[in-house]
């Protein structure tokens, strides 16, 4: 931490550990709407005088018109190097407190580094307004860019009285007998998505897999949470506090509840993490959706009012990337959100999109809307498309009326309403439960389900998975909303664990487009209409065909260009240059769900010679290369002029009939007049089979009289 006295030259500096790829802050180019053109030379000085000229220069964020979706007293800036020099923070918290009237302290947390940038959350003095302090700082020469530190709230799902629940307990499902564990036969849950039925199918050797539920933090030592714990090597347990930069063993709410929070969270995040992984058959409480094959990670990232920040968010998802390799975390659960009709925030999001890079999926709560009754208003991080959007339903998968819907969200899991709750892990016991309902829950039952896939082929990417868990969705069960294919309050449906896992198992990699017909090669006069190059192809298994052409100067180039546009089954080459080109399509076959989904296969090459006019009308000598060293050529038989008359190869005597005259026609084809006869060379008969003589005949314009050049070489000159 740097911290800087008005008036002083006074230094301390405590940087958090934290590991970063060089390219975590490279956001103007990655996520500003603007284009890369706009945002001006980070190498020239430019100062700016308002809001819009940062934002202009992509130096500056985006910023909503509620001043209270951002925290009013700090602000984000990343340096354009890994190692800030004290110079460069006395210029910026110089510039920033002399922006106040008072003698105040400035404080800079250095919160990472890359190998070329670093990131630090800024304190400003309380009468300096944030946008003023953003402005200041993006005049600094080091400062690449800055942004407010947002502010979430965490998705508030309502907590139910035990004893009230129990008087009104809903009949409908079968009680589960696949476990021992008290409160099953209340996981009705469990039954809507098939998860019960999809535990029957899974192997009993799994690979390890982590879910970081990124909450209020967890109750350590719920005896349904305490051996699904994600440790280090060494067997510490890796749960951690993004706020106060500690094991959540060592931080301060650790004494509440052995690691999570009472009041307004209500200790959610114990109760989201036993939704996917309390341990099941052991005789105590509940039996997560993952079917003991997943460990915990809780990360707290809420204080006790139920507020997060961008800084915190963006702390914890560094911490799991950290040991993303150590824990084998595949997926991130999030309950918070901002409601905004546009989404800002591009540090905390560029951190989702790594972690997804990655091989991380975050699935996100898609809200409660507002006053019980869902909205249609985005709420972020769920609705940015790198996140998988959670809806609830209730036990009949009818929408709940609380949950919020609109064309981002991608899917929907049981979260419970009315007298319909989910039961799951109480924060203030190590034995006890405790009844909520919300998005929430459903995200957890989601993040829950994923995880176990992951579990069963570890090889899948996150769009595998999702694309997996989207396409084995249930639809058209919910009722009057739920129309056919993904609609705005299911998304794709509601979550099939066992279609899900089913799936998963008999993934198989997809299948080599079958080429039935390949692209030829042709020659043409310069500035000719050419044919196009065509392929014909199909999927063996049903899958979506996709085509790209590349190009070459060189039959065996190793590095052939791609062909920006060239997409379809057909390319037209140019004849606007002469010379020759190698030309080939990729045909890729795409099967969602598969692993990997995509094969591809490689046309045949097909040569383009596009000849100068100049050749049009030249005698020339037609040599083979069957003996270079006595220059066979073609002649016309015995210097003979009559129809049929055939042509042979001989040594060259330099006489008419071994001369011949290139007509080049329109298309690009060319005849070859016979100097001596004035006839044409022609197949005998129009035939195609192999050995078919060549002879000469009267110019009928017949395609058998008609030649491309095979080889482009240097023609003899007459």
């Known amino acids: 931490m740097f911290i800087k006295k008005k008036g002083t030259m006074t230094w301390f500096l405590i940087v958090l550990t934290m590991t970063f790829s060089p390219n975590d802050f490279l956001l103007a180019s990655t996520l500003s709407s603007d284009s890369e053109e706009q945002c001006y030379d980070s190498s020239e000085s430019v100062t700016f005088s308002t809001v819009e000229e940062a934002q202009s220069a992509c130096v500056l964020a985006e910023l909503p018109e509620d001043s209270t979706a951002y925290c009013a007293s700090e602000i984000i800036v990343v340096f354009g190097k890994s190692s800030p020099s004290n110079d460069d923070i006395d210029t910026l918290i110089s510039g920033i407190t002399d922006l106040s009237e008072k003698e105040t302290d400035c404080f800079v947390d250095l919160i990472g580094r890359s190998d070329d940038q670093s990131i630090a959350i800024v304190s400003i003095p309380d009468d300096v307004d944030v946008i003023d302090a953003m402005v200041e700082a993006a005049n600094n020469d080091v400062v690449v860019f800055v942004q407010p530190n947002f502010v979430y709230q965490f998705i508030d799902p309502e907590t139910i009285d035990e004893p009230a629940f129990r008087e009104s307990l809903v009949a409908g499902v079968s009680p589960l007998a696949s476990t021992n564990d008290p409160e099953l036969s209340n996981q009705w849950w469990l039954q809507v998505v098939h998860a019960d039925e999809a535990w029957d199918f899974i192997p009993a050797s799994t690979t390890p897999v982590t879910i970081a539920v990124v909450d209020s933090g967890a109750r350590l030592t719920h005896q349904d949470l305490f051996d699904q714990l994600a440790k280090s090597s060494s067997g510490e347990i890796l749960a951690w506090d993004a706020i106060e930069q500690v094991p959540l063993v060592q931080s301060s709410i650790y004494s509440l509840y052995n690691g999570d929070q009472g009041g307004s969270l209500a200790g959610h995040g114990t109760h989201v993490s036993g939704i996917a992984v309390a341990e099941g058959n052991n005789g105590v409480a509940i039996a997560g959706v993952s079917g003991n094959r997943v460990r915990l990670l809780p990360i ?91 809806t609830a339903v209730d036990i009949n998968s009818d929408h709940a009326i609380y ?25 203030s016991s190590d034995s006890g439960v405790l009844y909520k309902r919300g998005s929430s829950m459903a995200c957890a039952v989601v993040s829950g389900t994923i995880a176990m896939l992951f579990s069963v082929k570890p090889e899948m990417t996150p769009d595998q998975v999702i694309n997996l868990v989207c396409s084995t969705a249930q639809d058209q069960v919910g009722g009057a909303f739920d129309t056919p294919g993904r609609d705005d309050y299911f998304g794709h449906g509601v979550l099939n664990a066992k279609d899900a896992v089913l799936r998963t198992m008999s993934l198989t990699p997809a299948a080599n487009p079958i080429i039935s017909s390949q692209p030829m090669e042709a020659s043409y006069a310069m500035g000719v209409s050419p044919s196009p190059l065509s392929v014909a192809a199909a999927s063996p298994d049903g899958g979506m065909l996709s085509f790209q052409w590349f190009y070459s100067n060189n039959e065996n180039a190793t590095t052939p260009s791609i062909i920006s546009g060239a997409t379809s089954q057909d390319f037209i080459p140019p004849t606007n240059a002469s010379g020759e080109r190698y030309y080939f399509c990729l045909v890729t076959n795409t099967r969602l769900g598969s692993v990997p989904e995509t094969a591809s296969i490689q046309t045949s090459i097909a040569r383009i010679c596009v000849l100068t006019n100049a050749f049009h009308n030249k005698v020339v000598i037609i040599a083979t290369a069957l003996d270079p060293s006595r220059h066979k050529i073609i002649d016309i038989y015995r210097e003979l002029r009559d129809d049929g008359t055939r042509a042979i190869i001989y040594d060259n005597h330099i006489t008419p009939n071994q001369r011949f005259r290139m007509v080049q026609d329109s298309d690009g084809y060319y005849r070859f007049i016979n100097v001596n006869s004035g006839k044409v060379l022609d197949i005998n008969n129009n035939q195609d089979a192999e050995g078919t003589p060549i002879i000469q005949y009267s110019n009928h314009g017949g395609a058998n009289q008609r030649w491309s050049l095979a080889r482009k070489r240097q023609i003899p000159a007459a």
């Not at 949950?403 to 924060?427: E, H």
């Open 300 to 390: 707290r990232v809420f204080e006790s009012a139920g507020t997060s920040t961008s800084a915190w968010l963006i702390s914890a998802y560094d911490y799991v990337m950290e040991h993303a390799a150590e824990t084998n975390t595949r997926v991130i659960n999030l309950s918070l959100g901002s409601y905004n009709e546009v989404d800002f925030d591009p540090l905390f999001r560029q951190k989702i999109i790594e972690a997804r890079n990655k091989g991380i999926v975050t699935v996100c709560a898609g809200g409660n809307g507002q006053g019980g009754i869902g909205v249609t208003v985005p709420i972020y991080p769920s609705d940015w498309p790198e996140v998988l959007s959670v």
């Open 403 to 427: 949950s919020d819907f609109n064309s981002l969200k991608d899917i929907s899991a049981p979260g419970g309403a009315g007298s319909q709750t989910i039961v799951s892990l109480s924060y």
